[in-house]
C-alpha cells in the first residue's frame, strides 16, 4: 500500500490507521501552519491538502476518499454549495454550458459497502448535482459515464451514454470486484441509449431502469427498485419550460448580433434624406420588432405552450407574434406600410423561434419536426422577405 | 375547479400532444415474446400488454425516442429514431443529408 506524502505526525497516523481500508475525510486533513507574525493579509491559510495531486484538481463536491482494493473512490457531498448553484445558474444561462463536466468514473455517498446499489449517470456537472443532492442518507455507487458533459437524454439520444460506454466505465473501475450484485440502476431516460440485453451479454450486470427524474431515486430505492407510472412518465411543467428559455435567448442573441448595427444603416434611405431622428427612430423600430418577435418566440409560446392553439410549434409561435405583434405596432402607432412590414418581420422570427424550441422540449417526434418543418420554413422566408422590402419602402409611400 | 387543478392538467403530457399520425413506430406482433421492457422504458407511457403481447396504445403519443426499439430483445420493435429538434434538421439539410449524431442540437 502507497502512502500519501503528509506533513505532520498526527496525520501520519491518522492516515495509517485508515489506510487499510475505510474513509478518509477530507475536513480537517490539511495542516493548519504557525505564521507566527505576519505583515499582510492575516495569518496563512492551511497547507494544500494531501490528496491533492501535481496536475490534479481536488473538486470541491468531494467530502471524502473510500480507500478500498488500492484505489481511493471519490465520496461526495449530498448537499450543493454556493459554488455549485452558481454553476447551475450561468449553465441555465448559456454561459459555459458547453464545458461543465465532471470526471468520469466512479464515486460514492454516505459510505457505501459491497452491497449498496450503483446508479448510473452522465457527466453533465447538473446532472450530477441533481442526483447527488437527492442522495442525502444513502449509502450508494455513483457510476459517472463519459458522455461529453452532455445531459442522460441528449447524451443517449447521440449515442455517447450508450450500451460501450457503460460497460466500459464498469470495466475500467472494476466495478465486479467493488461490489458483491451485478445490478446497475440507469435512469429510464437513458434507455434510448443503453440496451439491457447487450449490456447483461457484455458485462455480466443486470441493467434495472430507475426513474425518469433524480428526486424519485429515494422513493424507487425504498421501494424495492419497483417504479410507478408517475415516475416513468415524463413532465413538461411550466417551471421545466422556463428553465430553458435563457439558453434560447443567449443562442439566438449569439447568431444575430450583428444585424442591429446593419439595421441603423438601413434604416437611413428617407426622403428627407438622412434626417437623424427619423433614422434613430426607424432604427429602433426595427431592432425592436426583431428582440420582441424573438421574446414572442422564445418566452412567451415556450410558457404558455399549452394555451396557445395548434399542434405546430410554428404556428403557436405565428400565432403568438400576429397577435403580440399587431398590439404593439398598433400603439407604437407607426406608418402602416412600415407597421406591416415590422409585423411581418416580428411573426416570421417568433414563427421561427418557437419552431426551434421543439428542440428543447420531451414530446416532438423528428418525424413531426421535420413535417411542421418543409411546410413552414418557406412561409418564414417570405414573410421576412416582403417584411424587409416593406420596411425598406415604408418611408417613400 | 381550482386553478391549480387546471393548470396542471393543462401542463401534463396527456394535454401537451403533438402532431398527429406522423410516428413511425411499428411493432411486429408475431416477434413480441410480451417482456413488457417496451412498457417499462417508454418515457410517454404508448405501449400496452394486450393477450401477452405489447401494443401501441397511444401511437400519437410517441416522440420516436428509440428507447423501446433499443431495448427489445427480440427486435419487435420498428421506429426511425431521432431528436425532434429543428436547428438539427436544418444542419443536416445543409449538410446535405450527412446524418452522424454530433449534430449539434441539445
Given at each position: 500500500?502507497?502512502?500519501l ?67 481511493d ?10 459554488r ?10 448559456g454561459?459555459n454550458?458547453d ?14 459497502d459491497?452491497d449498496?446499489p ?18 442525502a ?23 455517447t ?68 407510472e ?40 428617407t ?10 427612430r426607424?432604427?429602433l ?17 415556450p ?59 420531451p414530446?416532438?417526434s ?25 420596411w ?6 | ?17 403533438y ?6 413506430i ?10 413488457s421492457m417496451?412498457?417499462i ?7 400496452a400488454i ?35 429538434c ?6 443536416r ?14
Amino acid at each position: 500500500m502507497q502512502f500519501l506524502p503528509v506533513a505532520g505526525e498526527e496525520n501520519t497516523r491518522q492516515q495509517e490507521q485508515v489506510a487499510e481500508a475505510g474513509i478518509i475525510e477530507l475536513a480537517g486533513l490539511a495542516e493548519e501552519v504557525d505564521s507566527g507574525d505576519v505583515c499582510c493579509g492575516g495569518p496563512a491559510p492551511p497547507r494544500s491538502n494531501p490528496f491533492e495531486k501535481p496536475g490534479y484538481e481536488l473538486k470541491g463536491y468531494v467530502r471524502a476518499f473510500l480507500r478500498k482494493n488500492g484505489d481511493d473512490i471519490p465520496l461526495v457531498k449530498t448537499s450543493l454549495d454556493r459554488r455549485d448553484r452558481l454553476g447551475t445558474l450561468l449553465a441555465r444561462l448559456g454561459i459555459n454550458r458547453d464545458d461543465y463536466r465532471v470526471p468520469p468514473g466512479l464515486y460514492g455517498t454516505g459510505s457505501p459497502d459491497a452491497d449498496s446499489p450503483v446508479l448510473v449517470t452522465a457527466n453533465y456537472k447538473l446532472s450530477f448535482d441533481f442526483l447527488r443532492r437527492e442522495l442525502a442518507g444513502i449509502d450508494c455507487w455513483l457510476l459517472v459515464l463519459d458522455t461529453c458533459g452532455v445531459n442522460v437524454w441528449c447524451a443517449a439520444g447521440k449515442n455517447t451514454f450508450s450500451t460501450d460506454e457503460l460497460v466500459r466505465q464498469v470495466e475500467n473501475t472494476r466495478l465486479a470486484e467493488k461490489v458483491n450484485h451485478r445490478r446497475l440502476i440507469v435512469p429510464q431516460l437513458g434507455a434510448t441509449g443503453v440496451a439491457a440485453h447487450h449490456v447483461k451479454l457484455k458485462c455480466g450486470f443486470r441493467v434495472v431502469y430507475g426513474p425518469v427524474r433524480s428526486s424519485d431515486i429515494g422513493q424507487f430505492l425504498d421501494n424495492d427498485m419497483q417504479a410507478s407510472e408517475k415516475m416513468r412518465s415524463i413532465t413538461f411543467t411550466l417551471w421545466e419550460r422556463f428553465e430553458l428559455i435563457p439558453v434560447e435567448f443567449y443562442i439566438f442573441g449569439k447568431k444575430i448580433w450583428w444585424v442591429f448595427p446593419l439595421l441603423f444603416l438601413l434604416a437611413a434611405p428617407t426622403p428627407d434624406f438622412l434626417s437623424l431622428t427619423d433614422v434613430w427612430r426607424r432604427g429602433l423600430l426595427s431592432s425592436g420588432a426583431i428582440i420582441l418577435g424573438a421574446v414572442s418566440g422564445a418566452m412567451i409560446v415556450p410558457l404558455l405552450l399549452p394555451w396557445i392553439p395548434g399542434r405546430s410549434f410554428a404556428v403557436k409561435g405565428a400565432l403568438s407574434g400576429l397577435l403580440f405583434g399587431g398590439l404593439l405596432a398598433w400603439l407604437s402607432g407607426v406608418r402602416p406600410v412600415e407597421g406591416t412590414g415590422l409585423l411581418l418581420v416580428f411573426t416570421a422570427i417568433s414563427s421561427y423561434l418557437a419552431m426551434n424550441f421543439t428542440g428543447s422540449t420531451p414530446y416532438t417526434s423528428p418525424t413531426g419536426v421535420e413535417k411542421e418543418m418543409k411546410g413552414a420554413i418557406p412561409l418564414q422566408i417570405c414573410a421576412l422577405a416582403a417584411g424587409v422590402l416593406m420596411w425598406l419602402a415604408g418611408p417613400f409611400v | 375547479m381550482a386553478c391549480r387543478t387546471l393548470c396542471i392538467r393543462r401542463n401534463s403530457l396527456k394535454s401537451l400532444r403533438y402532431l398527429k399520425g406522423v410516428a413511425s413506430i411499428k411493432v411486429e406482433r408475431k416477434r413480441c415474446v410480451g417482456c413488457s421492457m417496451c412498457l417499462i422504458v417508454c418515457p410517454h407511457r404508448v405501449f400496452a400488454i394486450e393477450e401477452k403481447k405489447a401494443v401501441l396504445a397511444d401511437r400519437n403519443g410517441c416522440m420516436e425516442c428509440g428507447a423501446c426499439a433499443t431495448n427489445c430483445p427480440t427486435d419487435a420493435i420498428s421506429v426511425s429514431p431521432g431528436v425532434g429538434c429543428a436547428s438539427l434538421i436544418i444542419n443536416r439539410w445543409l449538410r446535405g443529408k450527412n446524418i452522424d449524431t454530433g449534430g449539434g442540437c441539445c
